[in-house]
Nanobody, 121 residues
């Protein structure tokens, strides 16, 4: 089993910044893709950004230029630096990781419990 523990959410004013962290622990041989999704009330969960082991990133158009994803492979941790936050960024943010439990095994997908980000004045 693998646990993903998120931190860093909270309340921030428009234009402010937050940094989310997600640390993976447990039975881990390797982690391929790690990322962040979000879900606002009444909306479907959507990809915010993800990153491969080698550092290749992908992000939603709505956050390009404002959010930056990074990871520390040695710590099995992924980060999301969120700048110039807008009210429409308000959502529960979920960490996601594709974990292989041993060499050459197919990766399993894991989710964190979610952390609330609220952008409001």
């Amino acid at each position: 089993q693998v646990q993903l523990v998120e931190s860093g959410g909270g309340l921030v004013q428009p234009g402010g910044s937050l940094r989310l962290s997600c640390a993976a622990s447990g039975s881990i041989f390797s982690i391929d893709r790690m990322g962040w999704f979000r879900q606002a009330p009444g909306k479907e969960r959507e990809l915010v950004a993800d990153i491969t082991t080698r550092g290749t990133t992908n992000s939603a158009d709505s956050v390009k230029g404002r959010f930056t994803i990074s990871r520390d492979n040695a710590k099995n941790t992924v980060y999301l630096q969120m700048n110039s936050l807008k009210p429409e960024d308000t959502a529960v943010y979920y960490c996601n990781a594709h974990v292989s439990h041993y060499r050459a095994s197919a990766p399993y997908e894991y989710w964190g419990q979610g952390t609330q980000v609220t952008v409001s004045s």
